[in-house]
């Protein structure tokens, strides 16, 4: 294997080869969870929910991608295997179960926002720890793209919610995602 010198050790490339595939596993879970709610989805907001979650699916196709490509930039070796993403990943399948459309959109919203709350650790990490400012500004536009879906998400689960005369509920009515 060619040695890689690009200003950082060893041990700071696998460093952030190591985050850059866990990163990559929870993306290709996200993945797989929401093209199968794009199939599953029914009811009053399936077309709403169908199209929304095709847009979401191929810009995680577009970041895995990056992911794998940024890997490799750094002289490292993607994970490729459904076992390997399963391993290392931090979301969690629901294996045989269909919640509802709404129930389905909360699940996004947590794996959304546990993707934003690993990568903002691993935008610290590769910036303190790794010094590889690089991926931390990669890292960081990853992060801003699952702020914005789970805050899109979080607005269906919240629209959900109206009263019939369009007044938000009280705030002690409100149920919290994620809690």
């Excluded at 629901?94 to 709404?102: F, K, R, S």
């Amino acid at each position: 294997m060619t040695r890689v010198n690009i200003g950082l050790t060893e041990e700071q490339r696998q460093g952030v080869i190591n985050l850059l595939n866990q990163d990559l596993s929870d993306a290709y879970v996200l993945l797989v969870k929401t093209k199968k709610y794009h199939w599953d989805v029914v009811g009053p907001q399936f077309r709403t929910l169908h199209e929304l979650w095709e847009e979401h699916y191929e810009k995680l196709t577009e970041n895995i991608d990056a992911l794998a490509e940024r890997t490799r930039a750094l002289g490292g070796f993607p994970v490729g295997t459904m076992e390997g993403f399963l391993n290392i990943a931090t979301l969690k399948e629901h294996a045989g179960e269909i919640p509802t459309a709404t129930g389905m959109v909360a699940r996004l919203v947590e794996d959304h926002e546990q993707v934003v709350r690993n990568l903002r650790e691993h935008v610290d990490q590769c910036s303190e720890e790794f010094h590889d400012q690089g991926t931390a500004d990669f890292l960081t536009g990853l992060m801003e793209e699952h702020e914005e879906i789970a805050w899109m998400l979080r607005s269906f689960i919240e629209g959900q919610a109206l009263e019939p005369d369009q007044k938000r509920p009280t705030e002690e009515a409100k149920t919290p995602v994620g809690v």
